[in-house]
């Protein structure tokens, strides 16, 4: 008897060893503190696309090493003539260089005063053309021959041979108001039909230029035949 209930009171015991146990490890879990907001790892924060500075382009260079400059004001473009441009360059020239040769005979061939001082206007204004022209087709990789026509340069190779009223006669005839309407007549069409922006501006701008000359032909032409 007295041993049942020996057992039964250290059943009691282990039964309550336990139990205080399971408490204490309770109450050990209970007790770990909950993580500290302030110790989460420094994560970088997201950044704005719009505030990324776009990378500057690298400017590509223009071929062959050259300076990609814009041509200046007035300052002729190259590229490709076109059959009228060249055309009208060939025969302005050429009439340019005979009138300047024969305006050259006349400065000191010339009997009358007033076909002299029109010749001297005829050859600086015609030699400033020429130089523009010669300016303009070299600019534009054209080389200008500086041969006059075979027939003009006949009647200047007759016209040598005079003097006197014969020569102002000749002159006048040959290099005066006939000859300046038909160059009008080739500048005017250049300003028209041209293809060339720089060689029609320059037809355009010399045409001011061969009107004068035309009116100063008209008005001496009488005095040119009164002196044949």
Same mark, same amino acid.
């Given at each position: ?11 009691? %015991?282990? %039964?309550?060893?336990?139990? =205080? ?30 505030? =990324? ?15 990609? $400059? ?29 009138? !300047? ?13 007033? =076909? ?10 015609? $030699? ?9 087709? $070299? ?12 027939? !003009? ?5 007759? %016209? ?22 038909? $160059?009008?007549? %080739? ?21 001011? !230029? ?19």
């Amino acid at each position: 008897m007295e041993k049942s209930r020996i057992q039964a009171r250290a059943k009691i %015991l282990a %039964l309550a060893a336990g139990l =205080v146990v399971g408490v204490a490890a309770c109450d050990q879990a209970d007790e770990v503190p909950p993580p500290n907001p302030t110790d989460t790892p420094n994560v970088p924060e997201p950044v704005n696309p719009a505030t =990324v500075p776009s990378p500057t382009p690298t400017p590509t260079p223009p071929p062959d090493g050259t300076a990609g $400059t814009a041509p200046a004001p007035g300052e002729a473009t190259a590229g490709p003539i076109a059959g009228v441009d060249r055309s009208f360059i060939s025969e302005a020239m050429s009439r340019g260089l005979a009138e !300047v040769e024969a305006s050259r005979l006349a400065t000191t061939k010339a009997a009358d005063p007033k =076909v002299k001082s029109f010749a001297e206007k005829l050859q600086k204004d015609h $030699t400033e053309a020429n130089a523009k022209l010669q300016s303009l087709a $070299t600019s534009k990789g054209m080389t200008v021959s500086t041969t006059i026509d075979p027939a !003009v340069q006949g009647k200047l190779d007759e %016209l040598e041979k005079l003097s006197g009223a014969e020569f102002d006669r000749a002159y006048l005839e040959n290099f005066g108001a006939s000859a300046h309407q038909e $160059t009008i007549t %080739l500048f005017e069409r250049q300003a028209r039909d041209g293809q060339d922006p720089d060689l029609k501006a320059f037809a355009e701008e010399t045409l001011g !230029v061969l009107r004068s000359h035309l009116e100063l032909a008209q008005q001496l032409q009488p005095a040119g035949a009164a002196a044949q």
